[in-house]
Structure formats: structure tokens, C-alpha cells
């Protein structure tokens, strides 16, 4: 009776499951030498069949996401630039859309997350265990309400309580260039941009909130017991532990907020990109899309197809960005 | 190592308290918790006043009144328990404001949609009927009273029902055998680390770009005027949801206690049979209820569909022929384009009404999903 050869029994990656006995995996193939018993039945090989074939579709779906928007989009990249909107070729057409975009996205990362932060630390620290998972539910619902509902309620009911305060803004801050013509509509890419933030907000806690509990107990106790309050433990064990997890939080919700649709395309009045942000104007590359998709046809429709496929670039950008901080933060985490 | 400029969490492991950068030490004296509560009640006396006495906006009013508690609580746990309780204290009342803030929005928003919403969603009417015909004059004899509010939303919420099942039907098989790959047979190997980040990628994808995606996908097939349909809103909203359905099922497939795999593998079943009829059951709570919170995330999109699906006014119930309607496109298109721009109110309560059903739809499938994780989590521990 010989022990199956390389079948290590305690000491492998916990992470990868059940060592198989009766079986190998399908994409290691006993090369080197012949196993005993590893029959393969055919139930086996059709269901790792099915498996393997549903991983790499998905490898499909993007690399096609990819190849499709480019294929339908590439006339706008080649046409003469007088034929584009504006008359000023493909990127005088996009570089308007993607500033305005990015403005939009970034006003709303810079509101959203200080208090996200706070809601993560309420639900990980001040809250009671149990009030914090209705909380956490409670915050899990801001993130199911769909954005087309967002929204109507930001055109029809938020955007008019700004109307005051862009003309206060207007009035006092106005040799600031962010702060000219106040809108009298409350339809503007601050108020856009404020809506987006509380669409991001759920992610950015959720995020921030895992990572705040896995704060290690005993560097919350060692800084209570060297007399630490509460507010300086938490600045010294847990926001020093959670600071990679909440920037990769942050990146998450922006990426979030530059793919938003509907919330912008309801409730921006749209027009050419200015730095003003309380009067109408600027436009983002969703919003774009949307306005303008349903009557598109020919070259317009490469264009917009076209911009869709920057947004993918930039979002991806964003993401990719968000994994890689997210993945390092496990590398110098050191205490779990 | 260690040098000043080091970030703080380096320090902790071996520093003392005043060590850390950023903290001095100072004495702290013992304070009542009752100084906030009365300063609490004193911001809600001035609230109170600037709101209705001197008519300030409610937003202003509130703001003041709470900078000024802030600001009173800090100076008094300051002078009572020294510099360090002010600062606690004020975190303390800052992260409860956090909070606060959160929450009225949502508030706000779910008051707006359902006394908007309301009146009309309920109506059997707007259940059964479309808007085929339908046009400004039937409004205006609404508002006039002389007829009861024209058309429905019965197409729409078959085709939010048709669409999203048809892209659960791709999603949840694609989703699922991808989660046992990497679970069950890819074991951290070069292809399944290459699929998890092609998943994570995926997530990112902006809603209108997976619609824009199907919809040149469909144009490629059939051309740019037969290209928008049913079944390309479904492949749009999949590539939605398939991330979500793996990274659920794969959690899920994970916390499958490997001696139970083991003990059905020991008794010489073969793997395919110990998946389906051990690993499967055993996650079987966890997995519905993954693809419930899956099929939530997506049945309230709008850009996807609108993209790749178009509008309709009429039943279309075949998803391979012409634009169809869904709830969410139903309700951006009436509340954009109300059919008798001077008498919006009749298209504004169709649109908070079908707002109304999408949101209960999507509170109802997150509970749903926590029932099922609850009622038929596996009964062994």
C-alpha cells in the first residue's frame, strides 16, 4: 500500500480545495509518471469540461467587449474631423465628455468619502454589533435603489434645494471661476456630481468597513492599554491598517461614478465643458451616450460607440488601479 | 529601519504611545457623558428657532445648528477632560453626522417615490395595459377628471421579466461551472488567477458599455436596423451579472468544509457526482441567494437596455424581433418625454409609479435573498 505520491495533506494552500484522490485535475495531466487508479470517467470529463469552458467564455466575453466597440467604433477614429460633431475630429469631440466626466466623478469621490469612512468606522467601531448590521443593511439598500430612480428623485426633488445656495455661491465666491452663473434649475454637474457621490457611497463603506474589521484585536487593545482614547486608537491601529483597503475602496467608487448613466443623463442640463460647476452646462461620456443612442444612426453612432469604448479604457484603468492596491495591501497587511 | 518619515503603522509594533506621530500625551481626566446629551438637546432648541422663527433653509439650519454643537461639546469635554477627550468626543460626534447624513438621502429618496409613486402603481390598469395610442389629449382629460389616467406599464413589466430571465438563464450556468473551475478544478493555477482577475475586470465595466457591447455585437449579425431586441438587452445585462453570480458562487463554493468532499471522495465517488451532489447541496442557500442579489443588481439597469433594446410602446413579447420595453426604460423615457409636454403630471405619476415597482422589486429580491440564506442555510452546525 503505497501513500498517493504528491498528495501533501495538511500543509497545502488553504486557499485551493480538496485535495483530490480519486482523481486529478483535468489540466495537470500525469506526465511523469503513472498514477494509480485515476480512472477517468466520462461524467467527470464532461462536467470538467463544462467548467473549464465556462471560465474561458468569460475570457471571451472581454476579449469580444473589446474587439466589437472598436470594430463599430473605428469610423469615428479614421473620419475626415469636419464630419464629427463639432467639426474638430474625434478627440476635440471626446476631450470635453472625458473632462467632464472625470470632474464629476472626482467632486463625487472627494464628498463621498470622508463619509464613508465615517459610516465604516460607526459600523465598525462605535455602532453596536447588532445596530451596525442593520446599518450595514440599511447601506446595502442605498445600493440597490436603481440609478434611473436616483436620478428622477435628484432632478425633481434634490436639484431644487440647491437653488439657493449656487446663488449664495454665485454672490459671494464668484472670482472663483468653479462659481459664476448659478443655476436657477438646480441642474448642474455639482448637484450631479453630489447625487453620484451618495450612488458610491455604499461601495466605498462596504469596502472600508471589511477592512476596519479585520483590524488586528490586538493592536486595538495594545493602543488602549498604553491609554490611548478611542479616536487615537483608531488612528493608530485601525486607519493605519485600513488606509490601503479604503484607497482601494476609493477606486472602486470612482470607477463607479465615471461609468453612472442614468442620475447624470437625468439631471445635468447639458452643454459645452466650462469649470463652472453650479451653472448648466458640461456633459459626461454615459450621459452622452444616452442622450444621443436612441436617434443615432451612421457615423454618430461610431462616435458615441467610440466613446463608450474611451470610458471602457478609463474605467479599466481606474479598476485595474483599484485591484493592484487592493492585492498590495495583503502583502505588507502582516498581522493576518 | 524605522525612520521619522515611515508611515504610522510601521511605529505601532513596537512604539509607545507617545511615540506615534501626531499624539502627545496629555493628562486625561474623567467626564460626564451627560454634557453632550445637554448640548444636544440645546442644538435641537436652536435648530428649532433658526427654522421656523427666523425661516432659515431647513439644510442651513441644520448645519449651523450642528457646527455649534460640535464646537460646544468640544470646548467643554476640553476644558473638563483636557485637549485629547475634546478631540475624542468630536470624532465621535463627527462619525454619528457621517452617518446621519447617509441615511437622509435614502430617506428622501424612498418618501419622494412612494408618495409620488403610490397612487398609481397599485391601479390594476396600469398592470395590464400598455401605451399603445395613448397621446397628450388622454392626459389632458385626466387632469380635466372627465377619464381615469390612460395606459400602463403591463408591457414594461413583462419585458423587465422576460429580459432579466433570459439573462439569468445565460448568466447563472456560465457563472456557476465558472465558479467550480476555480474552486473545484482550477486550484489557483495560472488559467483560474487569470479568469478571477478577467472577472474583476468585468465587474468594473460600466453598465452602458456592456449595452453598447451587445448592441455592436447584434449590428455585426444583423445590421444596424434589426439589431436592437430583447436578447440584447439579455447578453447586455449578463455581462453585468455573470461577475456578480461567480464571485458569489465561488465564495460560497469555497466555505464547503473540505472533509466533506474528502469523505465522499474517500467513498470512491467520482468527482463530478461528490460537486453535484455534495459540494451543490451543501452551498445550495448560499448559491440561491448570490443569484438573487445578482438578479437585483441588474433588474433595475436602465443604460444597458436602453442602449441595446430601445423603446416600446407596445407588447413585444418576442425577444428575437424589435425593441421591447422594460420597467426602467419605461419609466427614463415617460419621465424625459412626457407625452403631453404641457400637462406633465399624468406622465410624471406613470414614471414615479413604475419607479415604485422597480424599487420594491429590488428591496423585495434583497430580502429574498437574505430569507434564503437564512431558511436554508445547512443544518450541520
Keep these: 500500500m503505497t501513500a498517493p505520491p504528491d498528495e501533501p495533506r495538511g500543509d497545502h494552500d488553504p486557499t485551493a480545495t480538496s485535495g483530490s484522490v480519486a482523481t486529478r485535475p483535468p489540466d495537470s495531466p500525469g506526465t511523469t509518471r503513472p498514477k494509480a487508479r485515476a480512472t477517468r470517467r466520462p461524467g467527470d470529463v464532461v462536467f470538467s469540461g463544462l467548467s473549464l469552458a465556462s471560465g474561458l467564455i468569460i475570457l471571451l466575453i472581454l476579449v469580444l467587449v473589446a474587439v466589437f466597440l472598436i470594430q463599430q467604433g473605428w469610423p469615428a477614429f479614421t473620419a475626415d474631423s469636419e464630419e464629427i460633431s463639432g467639426g474638430e475630429g474625434f478627440f476635440g469631440y471626446i476631450w470635453p465628455l472625458v473632462a467632464g466626466t472625470v470632474v464629476a466623478s472626482i467632486i463625487a469621490m472627494v464628498v463621498a468619502t470622508p463619509i464613508a469612512v465615517g459610516i465604516a468606522l460607526f459600523v465598525s467601531h462605535y455602532a453596536p454589533r447588532r445596530i451596525g448590521v442593520v446599518i450595514g443593511f440599511v447601506v446595502d439598500l442605498l445600493a440597490a435603489v436603481p440609478s434611473v430612480v436616483f436620478g428622477m428623485w435628484g432632478l425633481q426633488t434634490f436639484a431644487p434645494q440647491f437653488v439657493p445656495l449656487f446663488g449664495w455661491l454665485e454672490d459671494t465666491l464668484s472670482f472663483l471661476p468653479f462659481f459664476e452663473d448659478g443655476s436657477a434649475t438646480g441642474r448642474t454637474l455639482m448637484t450631479a456630481s453630489l447625487v453620484l457621490a451618495v450612488m458610491i457611497l455604499p461601495i466605498i463603506t462596504s469596502v472600508s468597513r471589511e477592512v476596519f474589521l479585520q483590524t488586528p484585536r490586538l493592536h486595538e487593545e495594545a493602543a488602549l492599554a498604553l491609554g490611548a482614547t478611542k479616536w487615537e486608537m483608531i488612528r493608530t491601529a485601525v486607519i493605519p491598517f485600513g488606509t490601503p483597503g479604503v484607497i482601494g475602496g476609493v477606486m472602486l467608487g470612482l470607477g463607479r461614478a465615471l461609468g453612472e448613466t442614468m442620475a447624470v443623463t437625468l439631471i445635468l442640463s447639458p452643454g459645452a465643458f466650462t469649470w463652472n460647476i453650479i451653472g448648466s452646462g458640461n456633459n459626461t461620456i454615459p450621459a452622452e451616450i444616452a442622450l444621443n443612442f436612441p436617434e443615432a444612426s451612421g457615423l454618430r453612432l461610431a462616435e458615441l460607440i467610440a466613446a463608450g469604448l474611451v470610458l471602457f479604457v478609463i474605467t479599466l484603468i481606474v479598476n485595474l488601479f483599484a485591484r493592484w492596491i487592493v492585492a498590495k495591501r495583503s502583502e505588507f497587511s502582516g498581522a493576518n | ?381
Design chain 2, 1 to 381: 529601519m524605522t525612520t521619522p518619515t515611515q508611515s504610522p503603522d510601521h511605529d505601532i509594533h513596537h512604539a509607545r504611545l507617545d511615540d506615534v506621530q501626531g499624539i502627545e500625551p496629555s493628562p486625561v481626566r474623567p467626564t460626564s457623558s451627560r454634557a453632550q446629551w445637554l448640548a444636544g438637546v440645546g442644538a435641537i432648541v436652536l435648530f428649532a428657532v433658526l427654522w421656523q422663527v427666523l425661516d432659515l433653509h431647513l439644510a442651513l439650519a441644520v448645519s449651523i445648528s450642528y457646527l455649534l454643537f460640535l464646537a460646544a461639546v468640544y470646548l467643554v469635554y476640553r476644558s473638563a477632560g483636557g485637549r485629547r477627550v475634546g478631540l475624542d468626543i468630536i470624532v465621535r460626534w463627527l462619525v454619528y453626522g457621517a452617518f446621519t447624513l447617509a441615511i437622509l438621502p435614502l430617506i428622501s429618496l424612498l418618501w419622494t417615490v412612494i408618495s409620488e409613486g403610490l397612487p398609481v402603481a397599485f391601479s390594476p390598469s396600469f398592470w395590464t395595459e400598455d401605451m399603445t395610442g395613448i397621446t397628450g389629449l388622454d392626459d389632458q382629460a385626466y387632469m380635466e377628471g372627465t377619464a381615469s389616467l390612460a395606459g400602463g406599464a403591463g408591457h414594461a413589466i413583462v419585458g423587465t421579466l422576460m429580459i432579466t430571465g433570459a439573462a439569468t438563464l445565460i448568466s447563472v450556468p456560465i457563472g456557476m461551472f465558472t465558479a467550480i473551475y476555480l474552486v473545484e478544478y482550477g486550484r489557483n493555477n495560472r488559467l483560474s488567477r487569470g479568469i478571477r482577475f478577467m472577472v474583476d475586470v468585468m465587474t468594473g465595466i460600466p453598465s452602458i458599455v456592456a449595452g453598447l457591447f451587445a448592441f455592436a455585437l447584434f449590428v455585426q449579425i444583423l445590421g444596424p436596423r434589426d439589431a436592437k431586441m430583447g436578447v440584447a438587452g439579455a447578453i447586455a445585462l449578463s455581462v453585468l451579472m455573470i461577475p456578480t453570480v461567480v464571485r458569489n458562487s465561488e465564495e460560497m463554493l469555497r466555505i464547503v468544509p473540505n472533509e466533506l468532499r474528502e469523505a465522499s471522495l474517500a467513498l470512491g465517488v467520482p468527482k463530478w457526482r461528490t460537486i453535484a451532489k455534495v459540494v451543490l447541496p451543501t452551498a445550495a442557500s448560499g448559491l440561491a441567494s448570490g443569484i438573487t442579489l445578482a438578479i437585483a443588481r441588474v433588474i433595475g439597469e436602465t443604460a444597458p437596455l436602453l442602449v441595446a433594446v430601445g423603446f416600446a410602446r407596445n407588447w413585444n413579447l418576442d425577444m428575437m424581433t424589435g425593441p421591447m420595453n422594460s420597467l426602467a426604460v419605461y419609466t427614463y423615457d415617460i419621465f424625459t418625454k412626457p407625452l403631453n409636454p404641457a400637462i406633465i403630471d399624468p406622465s410624471r405619476e406613470r414614471a414615479w409609479a413604475a419607479a415604485l415597482l422597480l424599487v420594491l422589486i429590488v428591496v423585495g429580491l434583497n430580502l429574498l435573498a437574505r430569507l434564503i440564506a437564512k431558511l436554508f442555510a445547512p443544518k450541520s452546525r
